[in-house]
């Protein structure tokens, strides 16, 4: 059974940073795409950052610039290295993992970022 766990979440100050990481069960390079999902009180999950089997890596116009996607394939762990934070991406945010058209989750990890 695939797991993925999340870690990293807490609560920081406006400019700060967190790094939050996903550890998996299996080879991150059997997944096509790992990524991470942020979802806010009262609002849809939405990407937040993915890196393909390839190595080939897509941000949301609001990680851009600010959010590093990264992967430890020794380790099994894709990182999202989080700097410049700002008080509207405190969310849940969750590892994802494709394996061409299945789903699987973490149990999500809390980020607060206060003003």
């Known amino acids: 059974q695939v797991q993925l766990v999340e870690s990293g979440g807490g609560l920081v100050q406006a400019g700060g940073s967190l790094r939050l990481a996903c550890a998996a069960s299996?080879?991150?390079?059997?997944?096509?795409?790992m990524g991470w999902y942020r979802q806010a009180p009262g609002k849809q999950r939405e990407l937040v950052a993915n890196i393909n089997v390839g190595g080939r890596i897509n941000y949301a116009d609001s990680a851009k610039g600010r959010f590093t996607i990264s992967r430890d394939g020794v380790a099994r762990t894709v990182f999202l290295q989080m700097n410049s934070l700002k008080p509207e991406d405190t969310a849940v945010y969750y590892c994802n993992g494709k394996v061409l058209s299945r789903d699987y989750w973490g149990q999500g990890t809390l980020v607060t970022v206060s003003s």
């Open positions: 299996e080879n991150i390079f059997n997944f096509n795409v």
